[in-house]
């Protein structure tokens, strides 16, 4: 484990290396505990750099066995060797030689999964960010790009199988218990995106045919037995290469693509050129052990890994400092891929909902960093909802600046440019520049300036004059190192809704640059005049969600609850609703801090049961209407001073009131949309399940019993149904025998596959109240339970810290200490998992002053541990501020 103090890495320090790495081949002779590698490597001194140069190359608690340059041993003082450095002197005068390093590396040892480490018995590589340098000494920075070839040697019988990146080139025998593989990359690649696997697994396999007319070998490994639970991923993969060719023009360049699933993995999964490798859990699938969530979150997890194989390998990153133009870009095709795939409104709602839970919180707290860092301590803790997300949008503003047809000019532009290149953000955004004859440099602050803007907006109608005007002003407030803001180009899509619920085209619109039914705000304050506009009208603002902003208006409640029921575009209805919610309970938390019952006003009641009982509108969106704001969302809304028990008791009372209000509607409902015929993924049939398990949830509140949960759980043929039964009865009938049988007979069920038994894990850790604290510490003693296994960690403590806020934020502070402690315990195996898990804290500043105090203090006792990891000194550093 790395425990330095932390050197701090700056954007404005780049330099390119003074050796290139043109061609690297590795011969790995793997053993559980001592595996050796030979990498010999064609070292290319670069142009103009001076042979005093040394040759300084990366590592991580590395063994060095021996060291050659051009067939020759290098002497011990042509070289100086540390674990995590070698640095050779005693160069040739040639400005291309080759040097060959063996190293000695412990598979069996690494805990971080970082570098080689086995899963299960399967060997696997995880490289991104750094770390090939725990496999070899290497020059591991995005800008080398070499050309492998990689010779693989195992047992026969531990590892039949032999993976790694490109074509598969040759395999053979090596007497009674060994064999070989050789694999060829053709694609110069970063070594982050290097990949190695060699196991017992068992396996599907398909083709895909590119529109050029290469066969492409397709094949998902698994572990044995569980090969259909793969084959919805298949189906995902094959749609996702169609689709990028329809919407990208991009087509795969290989004759093989593999995916490989294993248990232990730190992230969601990894694009290595080629060969992808998972994170089980978005992979493995079926009706039996998948929600639909997770059949959706599978499809968008293929489909990220295979799209960077443009956005990422062909087209990589100079530098860390430019994750985004991977990340950000190849969530935004995702994000399209899923919404093409399923209802496109639905998907950006769930996006918002997402974007709206993760980044901003990290926006507005310690955390807070632009989606292009400026600088770091480690780069692990930059895979953020900030670079991932917001990046995201800020690829969708450009497509809503320039329009479709512009937009797929300048991606065209920057694949052509830039195809086998470390490429930064100013090579993307200049592709647009250039392809659409615009200037964008204002825009580009959204890549510079951390924090959320904040849009105050005001209305006024002059019926004499036929004139709407709406006046803006954005502020952004001060983020750790960035104290004063430039006002930034923000897209805000709108509509005008005359009383009739049609949408009113204005004659002219004076003052500002609108270009469709986009208004371009570029100033801090700044007034748009419609004209020819005959009735007063109802302004939506932020259509689809245009601009990652929040939006302060003085929309009187009236025109909200209008536009909740008739604004044509569905995010934009969604955000009315969700604002007179969020309203609502605001004012009932506050009521409930005084001692009072929080007030609910028959009107809201009213929509949401109107919304509901729509039939014109998809059963998916009104789910989504159904599920009231979120505790989390509230206290996002509240910003300070939060009581998460008052936060609980005001959403609870708004639950109780709509349930009572629309028991016998919504009884009717949840019947006519039981299940008929076989279980179907589709968007529709997940829509339909989602309405009707949140309908469950308030009929069961209505009925103030758990049968109906308890019959739904017992006669469910799905998980997804079954899991949410499972949900209403531990988390709103917690002690009841029926929640107790639910939870017996789902343990019998899956007890014997860990990955099903997350949902078991995270369900009794979510449930709200004090009591939850010594579940979770009752279920670590659980025999599927391992702090070591990233997925078990996050579906128990991870759950437990940020999706129970009356649990895990008990007044007495005893959960924060519990957390200290689970924390310092995982870092000494995990340090990535560990600073992750503890970003649960970063916004322990807006609790109220108790809570705030014992969170502080639980804080201060991480960071004044010994032996603390880089990754979680640097987040309780920054957390702490
Ligand atoms: N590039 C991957 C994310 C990823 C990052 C780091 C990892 O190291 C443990 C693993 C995966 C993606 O965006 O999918
Ligand atoms: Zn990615």
């Not at 700044?526 to 939506?540: A, D, K, M, N």
């Not at 806020?805 to 005893?814: K, P, S, Y």
């Not at 870092?827 to 992750?836: C, F, H, K, T």
Request: net charge negative; proline share 5%; aromatic share 8%.
């Amino acid at each position: 484990m790395r425990t330095d103090t932390g050197q701090l890495f700056r954007l404005e320090d780049y330099r390119p290396t003074d050796y290139l790495i043109p061609e690297t081949e590795l011969v790995f002779d793997l053993h559980p505990e001592r595996t050796i590698v030979r990498a010999t490597l064609v070292v290319q001194r670069r142009e103009g750099v001076d042979i005093s140069q040394p040759l300084i190359l990366d590592g991580d608690e590395l063994k060095l066995v021996s060291l050659s340059i051009n067939g020759a041993p290098l002497g011990e003082n042509g070289y100086q060797a540390t674990p995590d450095r070698l640095e050779i002197t005693d160069l040739p005068e040639e400005n291309r030689f080759t040097l060959e390093i063996v190293t000695e590396i412990n598979p069996t040892a690494n805990r971080q999964l970082m570098g080689l480490y086995r899963s299960s018995g399967v060997y696997c590589t995880q490289c991104e960010a750094e770390g090939f340098r725990r496999i070899t000494y290497f020059l591991d920075r995005p800008d080398v790009l070499s050309v492998y070839t990689v010779r693989i040697e195992a047992s026969k019988q531990q590892a039949p199988v032999l993976l790694s990146n490109g074509n598969p080139v040759e395999t053979g025998d090596l007497g009674p218990d060994r064999h070989f593989a050789v694999w060829h990359d053709p694609h110069p690649k970063p070594s982050y995106l290097f990949a190695l696997v060699a196991g017992s697994l068992g396996s599907i396999s398909d083709s895909f045919t590119t529109r050029s007319g290469r066969k492409v070998d397709l094949a998902i490994y698994v572990e044995h037995g569980k090969e259909a639970r793969a084959l919805y991923a298949m189906d995902a993969l094959k749609r996702s290469m169609k689709w990028d060719e329809d919407a990208f023009g991009r087509e795969y360049d290989l004759d093989v693509f593999n995916i490989v699933a294993v248990s232990d993995f730190n992230m969601g999964a990894m694009e290595n050129k080629g060969l992808n490798v998972f994170n089980d859990k978005y992979v493995l699938a079926d009706a039996e052990t998948a929600t639909d969530s997770d059949y959706a979150g599978i499809e968008a997890v293929i489909a990220h890994e295979y799209f960077h194989n443009w956005t990422g390998n062909r087209i990589t990153c100079r530098d860390w400092f430019q994750l985004c133009l991977k990340e950000g870009l190849t969530v935004f095709r995702d994000h399209e891929f899923s919404a093409d795939q399923r209802s496109r409104a639905v998907k950006r709602i769930a996006e918002v909902k997402t974007l709206k839970a993760h980044q901003f919180p990290e926006d507005t707290g310690p955390l807070a960093h632009p989606v292009r860092p400026r600088q770091y301590r480690e780069i692990n803790n930059f895979y953020t909802a900030t670079v991932y997300e917001k990046g995201s949008e800020v690829v969708r503003m450009i497509r809503t600046i320039l329009g479709p047809e512009l937009f797929r000019k300048g991606m065209d532009l920057y694949f052509e440019r830039h195809d086998g290149e470390a490429a930064t953000i100013e090579d993307f955004i200049k592709a647009f520049e250039d392809a659409a004859g615009l200037e964008l440099s204002q825009f580009a602050l959204w890549y510079e300036q951390a924090g959320t803007p904040n849009l105050s907006v005001s209305f006024d109608y002059d019926a004499a004059e036929k004139t709407f005007a709406i006046e803006f002003e954005q502020s952004l407030k001060a983020t750790p190192g960035q104290n004063r803001k430039k006002p930034m180009h923000v897209p805000i899509e709108f509509g005008l809704i005359g009383p009739d619920g049609r949408e009113i085209v204005p004659v002219s619109a004076d003052g500002m640059e609108v270009t469709g039914n986009v208004i371009h705000l570029r100033q801090r304050n700044e007034t748009v005049r419609f004209t020819g506009i005959e009735e007063r009208p109802v302004p939506s603002l932020l259509r689809g969600f245009s601009a990652p902003v929040t939006l302060a208006s003085e929309l009187p409640r009236e025109d909200l609850i209008f536009l909740a029921r008739h604004d044509g575009d569905p995010v934009g209805r969604w955000q009315a609703l969700t604002k007179l919610l969020t309203g609502k309970l605001i004012a009932g938390v506050k009521r409930v801090r005084g001692g009072k019952a929080p007030l609910i006003g028959v009107d809201i009641v009213g929509l949401v049961g109107e919304i509901v009982a729509d039939e014109t509108l998809d059963p998916a969106f009104r789910a989504l209407c159904l599920t009231l704001p979120g505790e989390s969302d509230i206290a996002r809304e509240m910003g300070s001073n939060i009581d998460p028990d008052a936060v609980l008791a005001s959403r609870d009372a708004l639950v109780k009131a709509i349930a009572v209000a629309h028991a016998k509607p919504f009884a009717m409902l949840y019947d006519a949309l039981v299940n008929r015929g076989v279980f179907s993924p589709d968007a529709a049939s997940a829509g339909r399940r989602a309405l009707r398990n949140s309908l469950l949830d308030y009929l069961s509140v209505a009925e103030g019993n758990p049968s109906r949960a308890a019959a739904q759980y017992h006669a469910s043929d799905n998980m997804t149904d079954r899991a949410a039964a499972l949900g209403v009865l531990v988390h709103r009938f917690g002690g009841s025998e029926s929640a107790a049988a639910a939870l017996a007979a789902f343990e019998a069920r899956f007890g014997g596959d860990p990955l099903v038994m997350d949902k078991w894990f995270s369900g009794q850790a979510t449930r709200p109240g004090a009591a939850a604290l010594d579940t979770v510490k009752d279920l670590m003693r659980h025999k599927l339970f391992s702090l070591d296994n990233p997925n078990r960690a996050r579906a128990l403590i991870g759950a437990f810290a940020t999706a129970n806020q009356t649990g895990f934020n008990r007044a007495d502070g005893e959960a924060y200490r519990f957390f200290t402690e689970t924390i310092l315990k995982i870092d000494r195996e995990n340090p990535q998992l560990a600073a992750r898990l503890l970003t649960a804290l970063r916004s322990w500043r807006s609790l109220e002053p108790v809570r705030r105090e014992h969170a502080r203090a639980a804080l201060a006792l991480i960071a004044n541990a010994d032996k603390l990891s880089t990754d979680v000194k640097d987040i309780v550093e920054r957390t702490l501020g």
